[in-house]
């Protein structure tokens, strides 16, 4: 009874939510495998920022509860944004499901897992559906375990929850709750203990890492608390590479652009969503900012890095986004030169400012703004990683790639790389010249000392 499977949907907040909770389920004896169908139990980690997000859990739900008439011990259980977005709601809808977990109580999940077993070895009526929903204080401060795994390079660190802004088409301030901010020095020894288990990039999360800390922590010489935050993390030997996700454009000040030229270890790559390229559409989504401060950002960045590499979130056919107002939005998306984006079509969310707003645009025009701006990104980002056919790039080695037998790493610019590689060079610091490049990828040969081998 005690082989548990979590299946995670939606972000890298959740994929980090699922390795906490799989890490406290370890070290209460339970084993943890890779496929639902050797599971007892199986938790679905689960999103809501769009519809699609949660249908596809609920079929998953259902799905898996037809189990339950062969196997009535089996244990389904939905936790993070959609069980706290629907609630006991959920129960009428699948009376099957055993537990249901909210985004402040993922650490409790063992001792739920613990009692429904009990129940069922009682062998007594089915135990009733446990939902536990609660806000809880501290909660931030309970993602902060991570798997020993073997040859790990890379890994999440989660610095906050919650988001305190009100964007009109956002669930997320009610599936996360308020900003919490961990505390820095916690930050700061996990990473060190990441180090010292060898992984080498650290990528920091939050809903909006420019607010991190701003009412726990001064502001020091012109630094906000997450750069400060960075600058510390820069100091710890082992780590190689720094990322974050996701900024904000209100709090990305000057600070943060000198990072990028001070900080050694943070790399040339941001992801900075825009929501939308015009500033009708910005003030009716509620997004404090304009285009043109968007500019101003990414100008100010490319002033201290020349080639940095963007990347970024933007919504079709937000309610009453007409044709000009999405044509002048596509103009600057295409003006900035993203390298890679997430584009999303706009999915209405149940109690969100948004959701009753007028002129709602329909499914086949979003379907079409979406493609206007898939053509503009893959032509761009092919563009841009040509330009590095011919170079050396300095390549972070992962591991084996999922088909064949070559390997692969990332660049700084978060350039996905494919080359012959080697067991022994997992975790290192390798240079690759390029020789070929996709709109997602490039392939190269791995340079030492200016000689090619392997
Ligand atoms: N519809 C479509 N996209 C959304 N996002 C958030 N809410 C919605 C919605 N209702 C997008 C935003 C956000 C990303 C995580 O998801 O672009 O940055
Ligand atoms: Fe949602 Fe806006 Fe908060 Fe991002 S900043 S999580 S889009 S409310």
Redo the contacts with the bound molecule.
Sequence with gaps: MNRVYIKTYG?QMNERDSEQVASSLRDRGYSMVDNEFDADVVLLNTCS??DQAEQKAIGKAGYLAKRKRSNPNFMIGVLGCMAQNRGSELVDRLPDLDLIVGTQKFHAVPDHVDQLIKSYAAQGPRPTTILDLEEEEGSQNTIKDHLPKKDQVCAFVSIMQGCNMNCA???VPKTRGRERARPMDQIVEEVHELAEQGVKEITLLGQIVTSYGRRDFPVVGGKSPFVQLIERINDIEGIDRIRFT?PHPRGFKQDLVEAYRDVPKLCEYVHL?L?AGCNKTLRAMNRPYTKERYREIVDSLRAVVPDMYFST???VGFPGETEEDFDESAVFFEDIGFDMS?I??????TG?PAETMEDQVSTEEKERRNHVLLDILAKRSLWRNEQLVGTVQEVLVEGPAKKGYKFVGKTRGYRNSIFDGDDRLIGQLVQMKVDRATASTIYGDLVLAGVDTI
């Excluded at 999303?344 to 969310?349: E, L, P, T």
């Design positions: 972000c920022v769009r088409y956002c669930i996701s969503p929501q979130d933007i919504i997430y999303f079509k706009y999915s209405i969310r969100t």
